[in-house]
Nanobody
Framework: QVQLVESGGGLVQPGGSLRLSCVVS????????MGWYRQGPGKQRELVAT???????HVDDSVKGRFTISKDNAKNTVYLQMNRLEPEDTAVYYC?????????WGQGTQVTVSS
């Protein structure tokens, strides 16, 4: 089975930065597109960033210019660098394949942006 372990979240002030990590076990991230998803309070889960097998990237317009997705195939790890964070970025952040084919979602990591 696939195991997804997200980490790196926390409480930050507006304008701050965080770097999230997702360690994948049970499947090679080199074989699939990977993404970061988030679910804010009272909202549905949404895909905010994607990285393909060939390391091409795409981010949602809401985070363009602020978030960067990257990966290390050798470490089977996906990263999300988040800069100039805004209160609207507050959410639980998850990783998964794109599309989200793995049913074994991780615990996610909480990002809270508040003064």
């Amino acid at each position: 089975q696939v195991q997804l372990v997200e980490s790196g979240g926390g409480l930050v002030q507006p304008g701050g930065s965080l770097r999230l990590s997702c360690v994948v076990s049970g499947s090679s991230i080199s074989t699939t597109a990977m993404g970061w998803y988030r679910q804010g309070p009272g909202k549905q889960r949404e895909l905010v960033a994607t990285i393909t097998r060939g390391a091409f990237t795409h981010v949602d317009d809401s985070v363009k210019g602020r978030f960067t997705i990257s990966k290390d195939n050798a470490k089977n790890t996906v990263y999300l660098q988040m800069n100039r964070l805004e209160p609207e970025d507050t959410a639980v952040y998850y990783c998964n394949a794109v599309p989200a084919k793995w049913t074994s979602w991780g615990q996610g990591t909480q990002v809270t942006v508040s003064s």
